[in-house]
């Protein structure tokens, strides 16, 4: 089954029809709200809230290992997670739809895997493509089928956060190859692959990264819930034609 774990502005996912709600409980403690089985375009999936339903958890503290684990359990094969992003390539403006291809992990302090040797014996994972590439063509397609333009690839920064960036450390981003920045993707990617389902982003560019585009001088924060909305309502666009989507 298809697993959507909403971002920023995507709290709620307007156009589902729930089937039901379910409250699970994991050996990691609580996901970040209840499960929403629902049914968009014919197709059964399962939609979480990354930031809870009332949008209260901040990036550090999302319970990442609940929430993948949580949508194992319930038979999720395949995630698609909807990021809201600030945009460092000076053509990735506010309202631009991003399905990258790869990122790079600038996060610390988090639970980022069940294989610790501890709970769970040693493992690594291969992570060399850290996004699925038949949900990633799926995604695309869609975009295609909606009318809504999305660019394909592109390189993910996953920071600490809740603070923005500063000007240099996006430069610094910029220099690694970073397109993009959010501070979700990790360790929710990673832990995707390690319970072995496929993975794919689809980011929202909700403001010109610090210093960068329009916001040299500071990031015009009250402006990002308006573009989210507006963006979001795109996402829902492109969710309501993807194909069928289960163990890619
Ligand atoms: N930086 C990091 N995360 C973000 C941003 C940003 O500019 N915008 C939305 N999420």
């Keep these: 089954m298809l697993g959507i774990i909403g971002g920023s502005g995507l709290d709620r996912m307007d156009g589902l029809e729930i089937v039901q709600q379910s409250s699970v409980d994991t050996p990691y403690g609580q996901p970040s709200s209840a499960l929403s089985l629902g049914r968009l375009n014919g197709q059964e999936l399962l939609f979480l ?19 993948l684990w949580a949508l194992h359990a319930q038979g999720v094969t395949a995630v698609i997670a ?69 660019r394909d690839g592109g390189t993910y920064a996953a920071t600490q956060g809740p603070r923005l960036e500063t000007a240099a450390e996006i430069d610094r981003l910029a220099r690694d190859g970073a397109d993009i920045v959010g501070m979700t993707g990790m360790p929710e990617a990673v832990l995707a692959r390690e319970l072995d389902m496929a993975y794919a982003m689809l980011a929202v560019v909700v403001n010109a990264a610090a210093g960068r585009g329009t916001n040299v001088h500071g990031v015009a924060i009250a402006e990002i819930d308006a573009v989210a909305a507006t963006a979001m309502k795109k996402v829902l666009r492109i969710l309501a034609k993807l194909e069928a989507v289960d163990g890619d």
């Design 49 to 67: 809230p990354r930031h809870g339903s009332d949008h209260s958890i901040a990036p550090h503290r999302i319970n990442y290992r609940a929430n």
């Design 82 to 150: 909807v990021a809201a992003v600030g945009g460092i390539a000076a053509e990735l403006e506010s309202g631009t739809l991003v399905v990258p291809e790869q990122l790079i992990d600038y996060t610390h302090g988090r639970e980022t895997t069940y294989f610790d040797g501890v709970a769970n014996p040693l493992k690594h994972v291969d992570f060399t493509r850290p996004f699925s590439a038949a949900i990633r063509l799926k995604l695309l397609r869609a975009g295609i089928a909606a009318g809504v333009p999305l």
